[in-house]
């Protein structure tokens, strides 16, 4: 069964930077785009970053954009969040997830995910 | 950004009834709606995408319907293993959106 494992999480300061990873036990990651997705503490799912099989195409949500980056090495069947400048707000559980592609179509939902890495962003 | 609204937000049931929870999109989203179920301590867990199509190895009892901006999911003849959290997404335009949850409560 495939299997997504985040590392990286801990407790950082505010403005602190932080990476996080996610190796993909499975053979498909390089067919798949892949994202990260977070959870507040207390609160809803909120889509992260996009990134396409190649890494030719990324997206972030505004809240995070210009401060987070991801990117994926295929080679090692992993993916990466590298996160700068953070914030409070940006505290959350972070979910590696495998988009699906069905027949060659992308449908931008989340089939695979993984247990999470908790962020904590506090001074 | 479409904005996902569920209802209601807490739903207490018994066993064996069926339920119906509700998402409501601020825009017509198509049939480009997916629905997860997330259990304490667990990641969540996809069920339904293109508004009715069950994931691989989601039980039948799993059902989704709708279009457009009004979509519902419902689970016949609830088991004890169904008490979670479930949330719709769109998946029609970026930045993809998640309604807050309805969660499903024993009675």
């Known amino acids: 069964q495939m299997q997504l494992v985040e590392s990286g999480g801990g407790l950082v300061k505010p403005g602190g930077s932080l990476t996080l990873s996610c190796a993909d036990s499975g053979f498909t990651f390089s067919d798949h785009y892949m994202s990260w997705i977070r959870q507040a503490p207390g609160k809803g799912l909120e889509w992260v970053s996009y990134?396409?099989?190649?890494?030719?195409?990324?997206t972030s949500a505004d809240s995070v954009k210009g401060r987070f980056t991801v990117s994926r090495d295929n080679a090692k069947r992993s993916l990466y969040l590298r996160m700068n400048s953070l914030r409070v707000e940006d505290t959350g559980v972070y979910f590696c997830v495998k988009v699906m592609r069905q027949f060659g179509v992308i449908i931008p939902v989340a089939m695979d995910w993984g247990q999470g890495t908790l962020v904590t962003v506090s001074s | 950004e479409i904005v996902m609204t569920q209802s209601p937000g807490t739903l207490s049931v018994s066993p064996g009834e069926r339920v119906t929870l509700s998402c409501r999109a601020s825009q017509s989203v198509g049939s480009h709606l997916a629905w997860y179920q997330r259990k304490p301590g667990q990641a969540p867990r996809l069920l339904i995408y293109?508004?009715?199509t069950r994931a691989t190895g989601i039980p039948a009892r799993f059902s989704g319907s709708g279009s457009g901006t009004e979509f519902t999911l419902t689970v016949s003849a609830l088991q004890s293993e169904d008490f979670a959290v479930y949330y719709c997404q769109q998946y029609d335009k970026w930045l993809y959106t998640f309604g807050q949850g309805t969660k499903l409560q024993i009675k």
């Open positions: 990134i396409s099989t190649s890494s030719s195409f990324t």
């Open positions: 293109g508004a009715s």
